[in-house]
């Protein structure tokens, strides 16, 4: 029997490596697509099936999570076995500009679907799987975090996936309904969102070392974040609706870097030294460790200034997830190292910036946009 799934969030990055694994599992997968102005698909673009042919597997249909009959109607059509509740607005620095709609589509967002399965009286069918963050750690109380760790969210996305935690536990205690919650820490990728820090520096480096941008702008370089690869843990997703009864699990590394060291090892992927400078950086000319022949270009040093633009009214300073539950009950463990992760995006970056130098080389306006 073909298993058919729903994914909220299909057009990011979560969605697009879990939309191909479900696809190669055999699913029939459905994603929730916003309407845009300009195209939007672009990460799940090689999974396009031409809507003309017979036997399609993957099927997007316009909705958003802030419009309820728009999500019931989605669900009964397509019935799903399983949803995965990935979409939401997941910047937490933008969710202190747009704090109302943080709370509509990542907290009442995550009701509204929940309430379609009830309605539609698919409680005892449907799975659902809710994107819990390690975010609602915030300030914490305990290190390393586990599933028993006392929450703390720090922001507006926070307290908006708090409600959505709760609701998620809630319609599993109150309707039976097998809801759980993955509380994943950080995982990028080359398709992760270009202005979230991992790949803003990835991305960065790439395009200085090629002459294309002339330095980086961060905040916080003390940050400490548990960072795994995106398609180890949609891995993980899956597994989570696939146990005997619904449980929430912490998914994370257990290893802990600064946003300072991510800088350095993608400096050092690219052969390039970086300096620090401003605002209490006191480290102007530390240079990163070269890696031998892994040099692959000679242009000068990346330059990191930092802005307190990107500080944040409240800051998480310190996130360490300890992942033992999910090795002991469901045999996962991430396969990706830190290093490999940072290799992989910066390759991807690389490649992508000689694309755009080559076009300017041409005689061609190159765009950048940086935020
Ligand atoms: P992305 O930002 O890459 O993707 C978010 C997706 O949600 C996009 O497809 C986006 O559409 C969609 N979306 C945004 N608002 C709405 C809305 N109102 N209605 C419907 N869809 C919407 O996030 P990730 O893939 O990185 O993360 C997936 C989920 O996991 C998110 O819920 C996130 O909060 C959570 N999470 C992520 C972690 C991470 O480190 N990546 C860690 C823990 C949790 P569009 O493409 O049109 O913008
Ligand atoms: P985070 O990811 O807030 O942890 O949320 P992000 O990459 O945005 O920030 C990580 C840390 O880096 C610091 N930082 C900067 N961040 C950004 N975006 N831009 C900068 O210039 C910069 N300089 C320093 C931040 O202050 C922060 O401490 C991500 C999202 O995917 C959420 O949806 C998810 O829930 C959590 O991870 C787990």
């Given at each position: 029997m073909t298993k058919t799934a729903l994914i909220?969030?299909?057009?990011?990055?979560?969605?697009?490596?879990?939309?191909?694994l479900l696809l190669s599992k055999g699913y029939e997968v459905h994603g929730i697509k916003r309407?845009?102005?300009?195209?939007?698909?672009?990460?799940?673009?090689?999974l396009y099936q031409d809507p003309h042919v017979?036997?399609?597997?993957?099927k997007l249909h316009y909705g958003d999570l802030t419009d309820s009959t728009n999500l019931i109607r989605i669900v009964q059509e397509t019935q799903p076995d399983e949803i995965y509740n990935l979409g939401a607005m997941s910047h937490v620095a933008v969710s202190f500009d747009q704090p109302e709609y943080a709370a509509d589509a990542d907290g009442i967002g995550t009701l509204r679907l929940l309430e379609a399965i009830r309605i539609l009286g698919l409680q005892k069918k449907t799975r659902f799987y809710q994107a819990s963050t390690s975010e609602l750690y915030g300030l914490v109380q305990e290190i390393p975090q586990k599933e028993t760790t006392p929450f703390y969210p720090r922001?507006?996305?926070?307290?908006?996936?708090?409600?959505?935690?709760?609701?998620?536990v809630n319609y599993r205690e109150a309707y039976g309904m097998y809801a759980c919650n993955g509380i994943l820490f950080n995982h990028e990728s080359p398709l992760r969102g270009?202005?979230?820090?991992?790949?803003k520096i990835t991305r960065a480096i790439a395009r200085i070392a090629l002459g294309l941008q002339d330095c980086l702008y961060l905040g916080n370089l003390s940050a400490l974040r548990d960072w795994g690869h995106a398609k180890d843990y949609v891995e993980m997703q899956w597994m989570m609706l696939q146990q005997e009864q619904a449980e929430d699990f912490v998914i994370a590394t257990g290893v802990q870097y600064s946003v300072r060291q991510f800088v350095e090892f993608a400096a050092a992927e690219l052969g390039v030294t970086?300096?620090?400078?401003?605002?209490?950086?006191q480290e102007i000319g530390r240079v990163a460790k070269v890696e031998g022949d892994k040099?692959?270009?000679?242009?000068?040093?990346?330059?990191?200034?930092?802005d307190p633009?990107?500080?944040r009214p409240t800051e998480v300073e310190t996130l360490l997830g300890d992942p033992t539950k999910a090795k002991e009950k469901l045999g996962w463990t991430p396969k990706t190292t830190l290093r490999e992760l940072v290799a992989e995006m910066v390759e991807a970056d690389y490649t992508s910036a000689r694309r755009d130098s080559l076009v300017k080389l041409a005689g061609f306006q190159a765009y950048d946009y940086n935020e």
């Open positions: 909220t969030g299909v057009t990011g990055q979560d969605g697009a490596y879990l939309a191909e309407r845009s102005s300009l195209f939007n698909t672009d990460r799940v673009d090689h017979d036997n399609q597997r993957f922001s507006p996305y926070a307290v908006a996936k708090m409600y959505a935690y709760w609701i998620t270009e202005t979230f820090v991992t790949r970086v300096a620090f400078e401003g605002h209490g950086e040099a692959k270009c000679k242009v000068g040093d990346v330059i990191v200034r930092v633009r990107y500080y």
